[in-house]
Structures are given as C-alpha cells and as structure tokens.
C-alpha cells in the first residue's frame, strides 16, 4: 500500500491518496475543494493535483472517505466523484450532524437529515472494500459526532481527533462535540492498536513554523502528545481542551464549509439567474437600547431655547384648537425622515404632536438614524395645554 499526501496550505488540511500499487485500486482522504472567501471563488487548484496524480499514476479510484463534515474546508468529493465514479464515504452518524446545522441554515424539510446525500454510511468496526484495499471504520467522535478514522493496512487516517504529538487533538466546541467523547476515542480506541501503527492527520498547523509534518505513530502520540498522552488522566484532558476551546476563534471558512459539506460536498443549487449563493447566518449584537427620552411639559419650558421643537402633526391639526408651542417647527411625520438629512445629529431635538403617539415614533426613528440627543414630549400638546391651563390658574 501505498500512501501519498498533499498539503494545502491555505487551510492546512492534507489529502491523502492511498493505492495498491499492484492492483492500482485507490482511494482519496478528505479532498479540498479551494474557496477564496474574499472573492467567494472556488478554484479547483487543490483537486487538480490529485486528479493529475490519479492520472499519472493508472489509479482507480472506488470511495472519496470524508473523516467527517469539515469546518474549515469545502469538500472536494464532487469533483472526484463526477470526474473518476467514486463513492463518496462518511460516517453514519453525520446525520446527527445535518440535524443540528440543518436548524443554523434553516434548510426546511426538503433537506434529509438521514446521510442519504453520501453514497456509503459507515458504523463503527464496519470494513469497506475498495478493490483489494480494506478500509476499516473505527469511530472517533469528540471533535463531530460522526468523526472516522480510517483504517488501512497498517496506517490510521484521523481527520482531526489526533494531530502530530507537538500540537495535540481537534478542538471539541463545535455543535454536538464532546471532550469526553474525544479523550475516549483517542485514549481507549486509537491508542489500544499497535505503537508500530502509523498515524495520518487531517491537519498540520505547524507549531512554531516547523515544516509540515503529517505522519507520526500511535507510539509517538501515547509518549509525546501534548494534549492527550498515555498517562493523561480523562478529567485533565477534558479541563485542558474545554480551556482551549473557549480562546479559539471559529474558522474562517465556518459557514461555507459546512453548508456545502452537510449536502456531501454539493455547492448550492443555482439561483433562477444561473448564480449559486452561500448563506452565511448573521448573529447579531444585541439591540442597542433606545435612547430617546420622555420629557414632561414643565422640563420643555426649562430647556427653554436649548432645544429644538419639532411638530409633527398636520398643518390642519396645527391651526386647530390645541394651538402650536410657539418656538416648535412644523414637520409632518410623513416628511420628518427627509427632513432631518438637513439637521444636525448631535442637536437636541424635542418632538411634539397631539398626544405623544406619533411624536415617539417619530424619535424612535430619528434615534434609530443616529440621533443622538431625542427627546419627546410626553403626552403631547394635550398635556402641554394641561400645564399652560394649570400655569394659567396658578398665577
Ligand atoms: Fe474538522
């Protein structure tokens, strides 16, 4: 058997191609689909490469094997599947996976959250058989519930439960990841085979600028790992990786990756304009708290010339019985948005109509446009009349 990798760089993931180089039977690990997400442009730069090798070579390749649903990278799988028939291969429990972002990308009903996208669903201990390679499926989950490792010959394929010994395991805080389930696959599964096994990682991110390294043995990982070691007790790793965790940034190509990986690699179909669209959910800051204030009639007579009073109510209603508070501008609701691109943002503005209803609203807006001293006036001219009446009878 043999084994050849590829590095990509920009998400340092790493491809392997795994063949028999007698039978020429093949298989391809986690291809990359390049995405550029300045641009939104995918490339095939990546898949390229291992097309051209294939080629080259004389290999056939029967099953693209996804570790699992990346989140940092596009899936590759359709590109090999439509150019060379391969089986596209994941874990049977990816649909626990769909399950949970089917929700985040709102995708409704019409997308299976069953794994019926992929062509082969593998349980745990399951073997595939890609001609004469053996593929055997050992569960892993911690990092995604549906995480493989592959099995072949003598050589593990771990995706991202187990990275070289110098930088340590997958992170666990993605939807449905577990610590406990992490320490579990790679303490009581991975190392309990033989410390001659050699070990394939799904990333490299090169520790202090090391050149790339993507082979090392269950050997090396249970002595120098630097997270999950032999004599790493199960309450320290977890504590230690839940510590991580919680400093790390979400990777850069989240919600591209995912979207597109759930649906076994598929872009989203195209738009009646012949254009495919990413859907990237928005979480929002919470609502900035309004800040428009509510002034009585006795504080407008106190702010006195410092303010400026807006009336928005309709001319007719203006010339009507309540009268007009003398200092205040005539602006009808309808006009004050159009208005207001001639005022001052930092001017306190006061607004006034019948009862305080519309005026509100309009601050509301106002604030809303970056206003930043609003005031209404409680209660509206009616109040305001009350106060002159009760002024009146006073004095
Ligand atoms: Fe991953």
New binding site residues.
């Given amino acids: 058997m043999q084994i050849k990798p590829f590095h990509d760089p920009s998400t340092y993931t790493l491809t392997y191609v795994v063949y028999d180089e007698h039978s020429r039977d093949a298989v391809v690990i986690d291809p990359v689909l390049d995405y550029d997400p300045s641009g939104s442009a995918t490339s095939t730069r990546s898949l390229d490469a291992v097309a051209s090798f294939i080629v080259e070579e004389g290999l056939v390749v029967h099953d693209v094997l996804e570790t699992?649903a990346?989140?940092?990278h596009l899936s590759g799988s359709q590109y090999l599947k439509a150019r060379f028939g391969a089986r596209i291969v994941i874990g049977a429990r990816i649909s626990e996976v769909q399950a949970v972002f089917a929700t985040v990308f709102d995708l409704g009903a019409s997308f299976a959250v069953d794994g019926s996208q992929f062509d082969v669903l593998l349980a745990d201990g399951e073997t595939l058989h890609a001609g004469t390679l053996a593929i055997e499926a050992i569960s892993t989950p911690g990092?995604?519930p549906a995480c493989m490792t592959y099995k072949i010959a003598d050589a593990v394929f771990t995706?991202?439960a187990l990275f070289i010994e110098d930088y340590g395991t997958?992170r666990c805080d993605f939807p449905g990841g577990s610590a406990d389930a992490l320490y579990s696959s790679v303490h009581e599964r991975l190392y309990a085979l033989p410390d001659d096994t050699r070990v394939f990682v799904?990333h490299d991110y090169q520790p202090g600028g090391r050149r790339v390294r993507w082979e090392t043995t269950i050997g090396a990982s249970k002595e120098a790992n630097l997270q999950l070691r032999a004599a790493t007790s199960r309450e320290d790793f977890v504590r230690a990786r839940q510590e991580r965790d919680a400093k790390l940034a979400a990777p850069r190509l989240l919600y591209p990756s995912v979207q597109v990986n759930l649906d076994a690699g598929r872009l989203p179909p195209p738009h009646a304009n012949g254009r495919r669209y990413l859907t990237v959910p928005l979480r929002e800051t919470p609502n900035v708290p309004c800040t428009v204030r509510d002034i009585d009639p006795a504080e407008l007579v106190r702010l006195g010339k410092s303010v400026r009073v807006i009336d928005v109510r309709e001319p007719a209603e203006a010339a009507g019985e309540l009268g007009r508070i003398p200092a205040a501008e005539l602006v009808p609701l309808a006009t004050v948005e159009s208005a207001a691109e001639s005022w001052k943002k930092d001017e306190p503005l006061v607004l006034v109509c019948r009862s305080g209803a519309r005026s509100s609203r309009a601050a509301s807006h106002l604030a809303a446009l970056g206003f930043r001293h609003v005031m209404n006036l409680r209660g509206g001219m009616l109040a305001w009349n009350d106060t002159k009446a009760a002024s009146a009878a006073l004095a």
């Fill in positions: 699992h990346h989140a940092d990092h995604t995706g991202d997958g799904g």
